[in-house]
């Protein structure tokens, strides 16, 4: 298809994957963040609306993890800068929650089917 052709579709889906936005040692690759942006924004300029889907909230994406819940809980998800992100259903109880935090390959913390974003 040609870029005019794509660019008259008014909605596009930007599905990204932490293993996308990560380096193998778990750092953020900030450079390939730049660059999806950057590709986004150019989209975005073009008249074409953006309406993000939820994945999965996944232990490596976690940095910490407050209050008392158990599994199958209706839980806030909370930006580092404290906004408010949305809600979801957690997986496993705190105690588990607090052992997986910020760790690769594991169970999501939140699935995509049980959360919802703001």
């Given at each position: 298809?040609?870029?005019?052709?794509?660019?008259?579709?008014?909605?596009?889906v930007?599905?990204?994957?932490?293993?996308?936005l990560?380096?193998?040692?778990?750092?953020?690759?900030?450079?390939?963040?730049?660059?999806?942006?950057?590709?986004?924004?150019?989209?975005?300029?073009?008249?074409?609306?953006?309406?993000?889907?939820?994945?999965?909230?996944?232990?490596?994406?976690?940095?910490?993890?407050?209050?008392?819940?158990?599994?199958?809980?209706?839980?806030?998800?909370?930006?580092?800068?404290?906004?408010?992100?949305?809600?979801?259903?957690?997986?496993?109880?705190?105690?588990?929650?607090?052992?997986?935090?910020?760790?690769?390959?594991?169970?999501?913390?939140?699935?995509?089917d049980?959360?919802?974003?703001?």
């Open positions: 298809m040609e870029t005019q052709e794509k660019l008259k579709y008014k909605r596009i930007v599905k990204i994957g932490s293993n996308v990560t380096c193998i040692d778990g750092t953020l690759d900030t450079e390939r963040m730049s660059l999806l942006v950057d590709q986004i924004a150019k989209l975005f300029h073009a008249d074409a609306l953006m309406q993000p889907k939820a994945t999965s909230l996944l232990p490596i994406g976690v940095e910490s993890v407050e209050g008392n819940f158990e599994k199958d809980d209706i839980v806030q998800i909370v930006a580092p800068s404290g906004g408010n992100i949305g809600v979801g259903r957690v997986t496993m109880p705190v105690e588990k929650a607090c052992q997986v935090i910020g760790k690769r390959g594991l169970k999501a913390l939140i699935h995509y049980y959360m919802y974003l703001e």
